[in-house]
């Protein structure tokens, strides 16, 4: 990148749609994963609960606490100060009282430095979302597939498949856009729903597994890398291999040590010590 990237606003979210600017929204979970996409010109980072299956090996995103979040996001802040940094809420952390919703939001907000929060949900999350709002928290919605209640949903699978379930994703959206939500991620459904949502909105439609007619593309930064295996969900590009190219380079490391071949003198400090030199 020539040109260091300016970083995003709040209010540059609604700008870019209004302009028709599509952007782009990775994942990072710790400081040199940071750095690298701070380097891109990718705008917007989500340290996403999805953590959890990614960086501490869980099944699913229900285990992640408050202070895994915090633990993660703060690092990523620190490595990519150009780049809009969003905090993930985890499950258990604001769905049990408005009140209880703001003070972690607080917690999230202050104790990071992130420049929003994001929480799942959709009419449902109305007045949560309205009262983090009014605490001066900026929020971003998150429906669709929602991966904190993916049991109650049928699994992983494409929502808004119906045209009832259509209609009320963007009822959904039109009642988090009114409660104050400045963007909204829509994640497995339909390409031609995610184009009526992105129309019935004023903010934007953030869209993973949504189909090109959306105001941002998002993918989780391993997946696109190819870093995270053999799980790749169906609207997942890989368009590089990174994993196969550390796997390659760890056996380069590994056979090069077993044969004598590193270190070479080049890698060594040479000075010689009296009464411990060496001829090599």
């Known amino acids: 990148m020539s040109v260091e990237k300016k970083k ?7 700008k870019y749609k209004e302009e028709g600017r599509m952007f782009t929204y990775v994942t990072a979970y710790d400081y040199t994963t940071a750095t690298i996409v701070n380097e891109s010109n990718c705008e917007v980072i989500l340290v996403g609960d999805s953590l959890g299956m990614i960086m501490l090996g869980y099944d699913g995103t229900t285990s992640v606490t408050m202070e895994d979040m915090i633990h993660h996001i703060k690092p990523v802040v620190k ?28 917690r999230l907000y202050k104790e990071t430095g992130c420049d929003c929060i994001k929480l799942e949900g959709g009419a449902d ?10 605490a001066g928290i900026p929020v971003m919605g998150h429906i669709g597939l929602t991966p904190q209640t993916a049991g109650m949903l049928g699994g992983f699978k494409v929502q808004g498949g119906t045209p009832e379930a259509a209609k009320q994703l963007i009822e959904d959206a039109k009642v988090l856009e009114r409660s104050g939500a400045f963007s909204i991620v829509v994640e497995c459904v339909p390409k031609g729903v995610a184009k009526a949502l992105r129309e019935a909105v ?13 105001d941002c593309q998002v993918l989780v930064t391993q997946d696109l890398l190819g870093m995270y295996g053999n799980l790749k969900p169906k609207f997942v590009k890989e368009f590089v291999n990174i994993r196969k190219e550390m796997v390659d380079g760890l056996n380069k490391f590994h056979q090069e040590s077993i044969d004598g071949v590193f270190p070479s003198k080049e890698y060594c400090f040479n000075a010689n010590v009296e009464g411990f030199e060496i001829q090599d």
Do not use: H, R, W
């Not at 004023?202 to 007619?213: D, F, N, T, V």
């Open 79 to 106: 490595g990519a100060p150009n780049t809009f940094i969003v905090g993930d809420m985890p499950f258990g952390s604001y769905n049990i009282s408005k009140e209880q919703a703001i003070k972690n939001a607080n």
């Open 202 to 214: 004023s903010i934007p439609i953030l869209g993973i597994g949504a189909g090109p007619y959306v």
């Open 125 to 134: 999350m109305a007045d949560t979302v309205a009262a983090i709002v009014k």
């Open 8 to 14: 995003m606003t709040v209010s540059d979210f609604k």
